[in-house]
Structure formats: structure tokens, C-alpha cells
């Protein structure tokens, strides 16, 4: 009798534990989705509140600009979409779309062009786009100074001056210091400072007028500096685009780019900062 009584109890005490257990597995489940639920309710609630800015960048600036989308955006909750190019399309496409939210380009002018179509509002500057010789590694048509650029066979690439700033200034260059027959060494022309690289260290030229930051840390290349007396220097600007419906948000941006912080990201890829 004390045996069946023994066996009776430890059944129900098995069958007791093994609620409990049941329980406390289901109420730790339940815990884990729970959890789980405010953590994608927390996430899509973010992604509701992420702004996104669509900027207009000069392509010779990609580098800084793309540190910059990551560190605003991170900080800002803010995504940053690009349209890259020469400045010459970047206006173009700005005139047609009449959509966008900041405006940057390596050239004041450039950027004043865009200011008297009533395409953007009023810029700050950022930082200097330093107009250069480059040549490839061991300047094989051992070039010096810019009146190299006009002696007989030599090959340029240079930029094309509707198309981009650094090509416009160029040409300014050359007419300020009366070497325009410059351009009868010229081989080929690009719409960007990335294409006009591409084709010199590809052994297409001699040498191309380029920015000095556009070949910083190329080991493919060599720069030859242009007297300060024969240069035309170039400020980088940038300011909020007239169409844009987050213009104080577009403003925070080109603020955070003209701001120290912003400033030394360029600089880590070239850049001197204007003072």
C-alpha cells in the first residue's frame, strides 16, 4: 500500500514539474518574441523617420563626399543619394528635373553660373582645387613648368571647358598667360577629371591640367606644381538647391560639410580648406 501511495505521488510530482517547465518555456518564448517585436517595431519606426537628400556633386569630389554622406547620415538619421558628374551635366540635369536638395562643385564661377539661373541659393566655400600639371610616373615628356605644355609633340589630355570646371579653367589659364596654342597639342578632351586620368596613366598623353587633390595618393602619376602667378586657384561650393522641400535639412548639410569636421574630411584626401 505504501509503494502504490510512493508512486502515486512521485507521478504527480513529475507531472507537476513538468507544467512548470512547460510554462516557464512558453513564458521565455513569449519574452523572446516579444522582445523581438519591439526591436523591428523600433527599427521600422526609425526607417519611417530616415530622411533621404538627393545632392549634386561635382565627380573630382566622390571621396570627401562619400565619407560625408556616412558621418551626417549616421548622425542625422539621413540618407544621402548622389548624382556624380562634370558640373556642366550637373547644371543640365538640375535645369531639367527641377528636383534635388544640395548643390557642390569645384569652381565658384561654376557654382555662380548655377546661382544666376535661379537654380540654387547662396554658398559657402569649402575648400581650394588646385589646378596642376600631371604627368605620368617618370614624365617620359619630361615637362617642368606649363610652357612645356606647348612644345612640339607633346600629347595632352585636358578638360572639356563646357563640361567641367577644372577643364573652363584651364583654358583660363592658358589665355592668361598667352600659351592658347596650348591646345593644338591637345589629343583628347573629358568630361570628367577621373576620365582625363584614366586615359593618362593608360598612355593615352603626356600630361593633363588637373587638381591636385584628384591625384592624391595616385602613385601612378607625378604632379608638377603651377607657379601661384600663372594659376587660377578654385574654391569648392556648395549651397542648398532652390526646389528642394528640406531646405533647412539641406542647409544643416552644406553647413556640416563647411564646418571644421567637414573641412578636415577633405583634407584627409587632399584638400586644402579654405580659411
Known amino acids: 500500500m505504501l509503494k502504490k501511495i510512493t508512486a502515486i505521488a512521485l507521478s504527480v ?3 507537476v514539474g513538468a507544467t512548470a517547465c512547460s510554462s516557464n518555456k512558453n513564458n521565455e518564448s513569449d519574452k ?19 530622411e533621404t537628400l538627393f545632392v549634386y556633386s561635382g565627380a573630382g569630389l566622390k571621396k570627401p563626399m ?28 538640375l535645369e531639367t528635373s527641377q528636383k534635388g536638395d544640395a548643390f557642390i562643385v569645384g569652381s565658384e564661377p561654376i557654382y555662380s553660373k548655377a546661382a544666376e539661373k535661379e537654380l540654387v541659393g547662396e554658398h559657402k566655400t569649402v575648400a581650394h582645387h588646385t ?7 617618370g614624365n617620359p615628356a619630361n615637362i617642368e613648368k606649363l610652357e612645356d605644355l606647348d612644345k ?5 589630355v585636358l578638360g572639356d571647358k563646357e563640361a567641367n570646371a577644372i577643364g573652363k579653367t584651364t583654358q ?28 593618362l596613366t593608360a598612355g593615352s598623353a603626356d600630361a593633363t591640367v588637373a587638381t591636385k587633390d584628384s591625384v592624391f595618393g595616385n602613385e601612378d602619376v607625378e604632379v608638377i606644381e603651377i607657379d601661384p602667378n600663372k594659376n587660377i586657384d578654385q574654391i569648392i561650393s556648395g549651397g542648398t538647391v532652390t526646389y528642394s522641400e528640406k531646405k533647412d535639412l539641406a542647409q544643416e548639410l552644406i553647413d556640416y560639410i563647411a564646418s571644421n569636421e567637414g573641412k578636415q574630411i577633405f583634407k584627409k584626401y587632399g584638400f586644402e580648406p579654405v580659411k
Do not use: H
Open 152 to 156: 612640339d609633340g607633346v600629347k595632352l
Open 32 to 50: 523572446q518574441k516579444t522582445e523581438s517585436s519591439i526591436q523591428k517595431d523600433a527599427v521600422a519606426k526609425d526607417n519611417e523617420k530616415q
Open 172 to 199: 583660363k589659364i592658358l589665355e592668361k598667360n598667352d600659351l592658347k596654342s596650348v591646345n593644338d597639342n591637345v589629343v583628347s578632351t573629358a568630361a570628367t577629371v577621373n576620365e582625363m586620368i584614366m586615359q
Open 66 to 93: 562619400d565619407e560625408i554622406a556616412q558621418k551626417f547620415g549616421k548622425e542625422n538619421n539621413v540618407k544621402i543619394e548622389y548624382s556624380y558628374a562634370g558640373s556642366a551635366q550637373l547644371i543640365a540635369q
Open 13 to 15: 510530482f513529475l507531472s
Open 131 to 137: 589646378p596642376a600639371i600631371v604627368v605620368p610616373k
